[in-house]
């Protein structure tokens, strides 16, 4: 049995489709990529910006005031915070954070709305 040429098979057509999916989800993916990017060039949080002061903000975590937030356990870093939109794990440098619209956060950073990424 042939098929018309202008009526691919639906193996063929199948494949075209899921090739355009994969191909859509990698250019989303290098958007994603992009923006985090972006967000390490967004001016740095300011320890005494009002909204940082009030949730305990520390570009550096081992400086946060424990007897303020008792919540900071060791370990707890901006970098491996789901509110972060650096790379996951990200060890230095800055990116952005979902908390603080606007501003870069320093990797190393803290502040209370710290939640550990699943
Ligand atoms: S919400 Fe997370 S990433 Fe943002 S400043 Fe606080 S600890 Fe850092």
Redesign the pocket.
């Known amino acids: 049995m042939s098929l018309p040429k202008n009526n691919p098979n639906p193996s063929r057509r199948s494949f075209l489709a899921t090739a355009a999916v994969a191909a859509s989800a990698a250019l989303v993916g290098l958007g994603a990529r992009s923006a985090r990017a972006a967000g390490a060039n967004l001016p740095h949080l300011s320890e005494s910006d009002p909204l940082a002061k009030s ?1 305990g ?1 520390q570009s550096k975590a081992k400086n946060v005031d424990k007897s303020k937030f008792p919540t900071y356990k060791p370990g707890e870093r ?1 970098g491996e ?1 789901r ?2 939109q650096g790379t996951p794990g990200q060890k230095s440098g800055y990116g952005g ?4 619209a606007g501003y870069s ?1 320093d990797s190393d ?3 209370a ?3 550990a990424r699943s």
């Open positions: 949730l903000y901006c915070c509110f972060f954070c979902q908390i603080f956060v950073g803290w502040c709305s710290f939640n």
